[in-house]
């Protein structure tokens, strides 16, 4: 049978990640994070010592690593070539590098196909930045979510212990820049998505939102 695909787009830092578990564990539905792939595709490039920078380096060598992707929204893992990098792909290193990989089409090619594969026949709860736009367009729902810049690097900086909220701010904003001015599949609100603003809503307020829009919850 056709399961239910819930996508849920939106900037660096709007809270994507905990609101699309706890709606997948509310729903019972599987759950993926893409920007953990593209994140563990840099963390590979950056092992292997290839220049992040340079597009036609990283497109030559996109389809190599084997990329594995958990779908228990109560324990996400993520591995490359049989390792699980869940907390490597968390480092300063990889998040100021995931941003300029994410630009190639190669990678994006790549890593939409896994995508896909995953998603399979539904039952699942989607995030990143082009999942209702191009990863599953026809997703019966789709959320943009989105937070103040303050607000995101607050929540941003209380989770990681940091210190600096302007420089963290600095981070979140320019990942978004690269992430919406990309030619490839640029983050964007997708047509038919709801827009859902988490600035002055609590975690459980915001899925609560988004699992009323879940068939049959309505
Ligand atoms: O969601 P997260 O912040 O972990 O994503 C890391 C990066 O991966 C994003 O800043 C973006 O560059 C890229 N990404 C993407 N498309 C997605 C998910 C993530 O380009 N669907």
Request: aromatic residues 2%; glycine residues 10%; proline residues 4%.
């Amino acid at each position: 049978g056709h399961g239910l695909v819930i996508a849920v787009d939106g900037t660096s830092g709007s809270g994507k990640s905990s609101t699309s578990r706890g709606v997948a564990e509310r729903l019972g539905l599987r759950y993926l994070d893409t920007g953990a792939m593209f994140r563990a595709m840099t963390w590979w490039l950056l092992c292997e010592g290839v220049d992040v920078r340079d597009a036609g380096a990283v497109a030559a060598v996109a389809d190599r690593p084997a990329i594995e992707s958990g779908t228990d929204p109560r324990d996400p893992t993520i591995t490359v070539d049989g390792v699980d990098v869940s907390v490597e792909i968390r480092s300063d290193e990889v998040t100021s590098a995931v941003s300029p990989v994410s630009v190639v089409p190669e990678v994006r090619a790549r890593l939409l196909g896994l995508q896909r594969d995953v998603i399979g026949d539904g039952g699942i709860v989607v995030e990143g930045r082009d999942i209702g736009s191009v990863v599953w367009p026809q997703a019966e729902v789709k959320v943009y979510l989105s937070a103040d810049p303050d607000a995101r690097a607050q929540r941003r900086a209380a989770e990681q212990g940091a210190t600096d909220l302007a420089s963290t701010q600095q981070s979140l904003l320019e990942r978004d820049r690269i992430d919406s001015g990309r030619a490839t599949a640029p983050l964007t609100m997708a047509e038919g998505a709801v827009h859902v603003d988490s600035t002055h809503l609590t975690l459980a307020e915001v899925i609560d939102q988004i699992v009323a829009l879940a068939p049959g919850t309505r």
